[in-house]
């Protein structure tokens, strides 16, 4: 069940303003602007059905699920294992710092939150880059949000972070923007569906689009997105 403080819990883990600097990254999207394959709502909406689909954001949310199962169980060796199996998975080095930066960033926001005796495995993690699907988990589990509800959470919360993206890269209208989103839920509810259902040897993603338009990304002569 959710109860009124997990909710309060996972809105805040959600929410825009968390202070782990998802803002300042596109994921691409503004090479795939630049070169007009993406290039009005309806493309965009096309882009973020197949990453829920098949691509990296989908290998995140279930990475994200078994690290909370893990902290729930106590198990900080298996949270280990699938950090370092989400860095393993990285197919850019602009992929891989982001997820590093918002991770770490979010790793010491807990420990700043949490009481000092509930910082003991934080520190561990600390001690190496942390993804931010795995920190997700961790503070999923240590707010009791029930994986189910913590993954719909980090998927919305993923959209909101690229549609915001390409409302100020297309650009689009802060309406359209929000007609996109409101669009967008049953492809969330379906790709929670979907992940909670994988097993471990099924975890795969096909990212050659997005791991392209990454490492352009990093070159482009002018951008408004961190690389």
């Known amino acids: 069940m959710v109860t009124n403080f997990s909710l309060l819990s996972l809105l805040q883990l959600a929410s825009p303003a968390l202070p782990v600097g998802a803002y300042s990254y596109s994921e691409g999207l503004e090479m795939l602007v630049e070169r007009g394959i993406v290039n009005r709502a309806e493309t965009l909406q096309n882009w973020i059905n197949w990453e829920l689909q098949e691509g990296a954001i989908s ?3 279930a990475v994200m699920v078994r ?9 900080w060796q298996k949270v280990q294992e699938w950090n370092h199996w989400s860095s ?3 197919e ?3 992929l891989r710092q982001q997820s590093w930066q918002m991770g770490n960033a979010l790793l010491r926001l807990l420990m700043n939150l949490w009481p000092v005796e509930d910082r003991v495995e934080l520190t561990s993690l600390s001690e190496e880059d942390c993804n931010f699907a795995v920190a997700f988990g961790i503070a999923a589990s240590y707010w009791q949000i029930p994986p189910d509800v913590a993954l719909l959470g980090y998927l919305q919360s993923w959209a909101c972070n690229f549609i915001g993206a390409g409302v100020k890269l297309i650009p689009l209208g802060q309406t359209a923007g929000q007609q996109l989103l409101f669009n967008l839920q049953p492809n969330l509810v379906r790709a929670v569906e979907t992940i909670l259902r994988q097993e471990d040897d099924d975890l795969s993603s096909c990212t050659w689009g997005l791991s392209l338009a990454s490492m352009q990304h990093e070159s482009q002569y002018s951008r408004l997105f961190r690389s």
């Not at 690290?67 to 198990?75: H, K, P």
Request: aromatic fraction near 0%; charged fraction near 20%.
């Open 67 to 75: 690290a909370s199962n893990a902290a729930n169980t106590g198990n």
């Open 59 to 61: 290998l995140d949310g």
């Open 92 to 94: 850019t080095e602009e």
């Open 88 to 90: 393993a998975t990285r």
